[in-house]
């Protein structure tokens, strides 16, 4: 029965999951002292609403599966271009990289480091100009933020605990 | 001093370099962020934002107002010249604005787009003076119970008319009351589903979340057609002539006054009514300009009504969506949800108190708008053709520099790491909701009206503990019959389209609703 579920279930799955886990976490909460509904009423009405809708899109993914099933025979799925979620994926690594190194490296290496290294795997440069281009391109981003924020708008920005910048 | 005396003497104050260098800053990133296919005017708002952090409220209110005008408007360049909509809320411009273009008129497709949206937003610029201070006075007459049904239904309609699945929408909207609730609780500050870890314990920052939402929700579409067919660049129409009588283009306009009255009632309507935005308004103003046509056959070829009704009812919507801001406390979308971030930050909460308590800046506010409107004009005048060139830069280049400027709206709102990586969980959750078709309109009006609709509900329990004033009380018994009925018609009107659906192609109808 599982298999059968679309991205609509799986989405009312983990939405369900995550409901019920915040539910019994509110478990632990003091009663109520000084009004008549106490600090765990509101997170558990709007918890069981939650896992209420979870419940009901799971429902309804199961009963379009038959129709989907009682159909995919007669209509064969059309092909379309498979989106390049490996280059999300790396998109994601790269940011994560990025906001993982900024309290190590601080703003100034850490961005640099991110613009130039998101060009490259966004759009490989095949050539010296291209690589030129990149590299100009994180250089100035790093500059122009750091002037703009921190010395013209006084809006700090990450320092780096390794290198002091 | 009367209402216009004040509004007289605010302009004066935002045509001070002060505020003017800011807003004319705003409109010109709106009309670029605006044309760039993929950047949406929320997105420009965002990347905005944290050189709004140095500059006084009304500095920044004015910056991100232009945002919001410039970007509205802006959209119309790219939808008129190169059919692609810089906006979802230009998207109804291309249908005729794009024929007029291919019929060799590209000059005329653009002008009367630029004039329609600066006559619509000067129209509802008129309902922004004139409602708002009516709309907050009667909100202040609203109890608890009132307001706590107000945001129930504001969050129930976006959760129905968003978005093809009523179902997911109301899930949305619940995750973002979810989100609200970790933290301290509104009365004793009781620690709530923080899970120990420390930086939950002054809860999830709405700016972070929102941004981090919005960020790969909207960028990653475009990364997944990279090396797949879709393009990383636009190319620009070089060779096109833009030049044209404006007297001539604004006398198309004018001479179909009640198209553009119209238009731009359904845009301050629309407005109006939270989180829907100029998406919707633009493509309703066409349908219903279509409806009352005489020539309703020649819309798509490339008429002037077309374009006069999408633009108008799209910078109308502005108005609309600055009424309910500043009467109510509601985003009418996410930029003006943005906004709201931003006053919080300077201590500033919207709401019916908003204009008695900060009338520098609710005049402001008013003032910033109607220059805003000849600023948009001017800058799309003047730059027409460096803009052309402006939307020509590869994706490669501009997704790193709008995550950087993520990045620093996040850390700058506390300086402190913990918001960012509160940026990250969000980058990943908006861009799972995307895959997951779950709309965002709803979860974001939840996290902003979260708190609020909490803090309502125990006030109006504490002042008395029975129930059913919510439903005997008129206003509030008729708010949450009318969150009722919105469901109910949402769950009406998706039954219907997918019957329509399975009828027109034999297709399966839509099981979810």
Redesign the interface.
């Known amino acids: 029965m599982w298999r059968a579920l679309s991205?609509?279930g799986?989405?009312?799955l983990v939405?369900l999951a995550v409901?019920l886990w915040?539910l019994l976490?509110?478990r632990g909460?003091?009663p109520a002292?000084?009004?008549?509904?106490g600090?765990?009423f509101?997170?558990r009405l709007?918890?069981s609403?939650?896992a209420l809708?979870?419940v009901?899109?799971i429902g309804?993914?199961l009963?379009?599966a038959r129709?989907?099933a009682a159909?995919a025979v007669a209509a064969p799925p059309a092909a379309e271009?498979?989106?390049?979620?490996p280059?999300?994926l790396a998109?994601?690594i790269v940011?994560?990289l990025?906001?993982a190194a900024?309290?190590a490296l601080g703003f100034r290496i850490a961005?640099f480091l991110?613009?130039g290294a998101?060009?490259v795997t966004?759009?490989r440069p095949r050539s010296w100009q291209r690589w030129l281009l990149v590299v100009s391109?994180a250089a100035a981003?790093t500059v122009i933020?750091q002037l703009?924020?921190e010395d013209?708008?006084?809006?700090?920005?990450?320092r780096g605990r390794w290198s002091g910048l | 001093m009367s209402h216009y005396e004040l509004l007289l003497v605010h302009i004066g104050t935002v045509l001070h370099l002060q505020y003017l260098v800011p807003l004319v800053a705003g409109t010109i990133a709106g009309v670029i962020g605006g044309a760039l296919p993929g950047v949406t005017i929320t997105m420009t708002v965002i990347m905005v934002l944290?050189?709004t952090?140095?500059?006084d409220p009304l500095q920044g209110l004015a910056a991100m107002i232009g945002v919001y005008v410039g970007g509205s408007a802006g959209g119309s360049i790219t939808a008129s010249l190169i059919g692609i909509p810089g906006t979802p809320s230009a998207v109804a411009t291309t249908f005729d604005g794009f024929p007029m273009t291919r019929n060799g008129e590209p000059g005329r497709a653009v002008w009367v787009g630029v004039f329609a949206a600066f006559l619509g937003g000067a129209l509802g610029g008129i309902f922004l003076i004139e409602l708002t201070t009516p709309l907050a006075s009667l909100a202040l007459k609203f109890g608890p119970w009132e307001f706590f049904s107000l945001f129930v239904f504001a969050l129930s309609m976006v959760a129905g008319l968003v978005g093809k699945?009523v179902?997911?929408g109301?899930?949305s909207g619940?995750?973002g009351?979810?989100i609200t609730?970790v933290g301290p609780?509104p009365?004793?500050g009781?620690q709530?589903?923080t899970?120990g870890l420390n930086f939950l314990e002054g809860g999830f920052p709405f700016l972070p979340v929102l941004i981090g939402l919005f960020a790969?929700a909207q960028l990653?579409p475009d990364?997944?057609?990279?090396?797949?067919?879709g393009t990383?660049d636009i190319r620009a129409p070089k060779a096109m002539k833009l030049k044209v009588s404006l007297r001539q283009v604004l006398w198309e306009i004018l001479s179909r006054p009640f198209l553009l009255v119209w238009s731009t009632l359904v845009g301050v309507l629309i407005g109006v009514l939270p989180a829907i935005g100029g998406s919707a308004a633009n493509i309703m103003a066409y349908d219903q300009a279509k409806k009352f046509s005489r020539r309703p056959e020649k819309f798509g070829t490339g008429i002037p009504e077309g374009i006069i009704a999408s633009e108008s009812s799209n910078n109308a919507n502005v108005a609309g969506s600055l009424i309910m801001i500043m009467a109510f406390g509601i985003p009418g979308d996410a930029v003006t949800a943005v906004m709201m971030g931003a006053l919080t930050i300077h201590g500033i909460q919207p709401g019916p108190l908003f204009i008695s308590q900060h009338p520098k800046i609710a005049y402001g506010i008013f003032a910033s708008y109607l220059i805003a409107l000849p600023l948009m004009v001017l800058v799309i005048w003047i730059g027409s053709r460096a803009w052309l060139h402006v939307i020509t830069m590869?994706?490669?280049?501009m997704?790193?520099?709008v995550?950087?400027?993520c990045?620093?709206g996040a850390?700058?709102l506390g300086?402190s790491?913990n918001d960012?990586?509160v940026?990250?969980l969000f980058?990943?959750i908006g861009?799972a909701m995307v895959?997951?078709?779950?709309p965002l309109a709803p979860l974001i009006l939840g996290v902003v009206l979260?708190d609020q609709i909490?803090s309502n509900?125990?006030r109006a329990?504490?002042s008395d503990?029975d129930p059913w004033l919510f439903l005997t009380r008129p206003i509030s018994g008729g708010l949450i019959a009318a969150s009722v009925l919105s469901v109910l018609f949402a769950l009406w009107q998706h039954r219907r389209e997918g019957q329509r659906l399975a009828e027109a192609d034999g297709d399966?109808p839509d099981?979810?609703?």
């Open positions: 991205r609509d799986v989405a009312g939405c409901s915040l976490l509110t909460l003091p002292i000084m009004v008549p509904i600090p765990a509101y997170p709007v918890l609403f939650m809708l979870s009901i899109l309804l993914d009963a379009a129709r989907r159909t271009t498979r989106p390049n979620y280059l999300v998109t994601f940011f994560g990025y906001v900024l309290p961005t991110f613009v998101l060009q966004l759009d391109v981003v933020c703009t924020f013209y708008l006084s809006v700090l920005l990450p | 944290p050189f952090f140095g500059l699945s179902t997911k109301l899930l619940a995750i009351l979810v609730v609780d009365i004793l009781t709530r589903l899970m790969f990653m990364v997944e057609q990279i090396g797949r067919g990383t590869p994706k490669s280049i997704i790193p520099i995550l950087v400027l990045v620093i850390y700058a300086n790491m960012v990586y940026l990250l980058c990943a861009y895959k997951a078709r779950i979260g909490e509900m125990i329990v504490a503990p399966e099981t979810d609703f």
